[in-house]
Nanobody
Framework: VQLQAFGGGLVQAGGSLRLSCAASGRTFSAYAVAWFRQAPGKEREFVAVIGWSGTNIDYVDSVKGRFTISRDSAKNTVDLQMNSLKPEDTAVYYC????????????????WGQGTQVTVSS
């Protein structure tokens, strides 16, 4: 499975961005997919995850109510809609995929995208 994350950019505080994680490989639909982020000088942080069926979803507390993760199995994509962005959301965002769900959430998934930069100006 190869993952490609895209959709990052520069946005003002309060704005929105939509990230996409596109995958190649038929097994992608069987994997949980998570988004992580890493800000300069900080450790990588879990942001959101969606299970293979799309019914199990979880977010880090700091983005609940602002970010929405979704997947389109027909297109082999997982999106992260980010609204009400804050300067502290600035980071490189990565998508990761694997099974089981718990391993992906722990940051131990085998498959990772290359990252896309999100910059939120105040």
């Amino acid at each position: 499975v190869q993952l490609q994350a895209f959709g990052g950019g520069l946005v003002q505080a309060g704005g929105s961005l939509r990230l996409s994680c596109a995958a190649s490989g038929r097994t992608f639909s069987a994997y949980a997919v998570a988004w992580f982020r890493q800000a300069p000088g900080k450790e990588r942080e879990f942001v959101a995850v969606i299970g293979w069926s799309g019914t199990n979803i979880d977010y880090v507390d700091s983005v609940k109510g602002r970010f929405t993760i979704s997947r389109d199995s027909a297109k082999n994509t997982v999106d992260l809609q980010m609204n009400s962005l804050k300067p502290e959301d600035t980071a490189v965002y990565y998508c990761a995929a694997d099974s089981p769900y718990s391993m992906v959430v722990a940051g131990k998934g085998r498959y990772w995208g290359q990252g896309t930069q999100v910059t939120v100006s105040s």
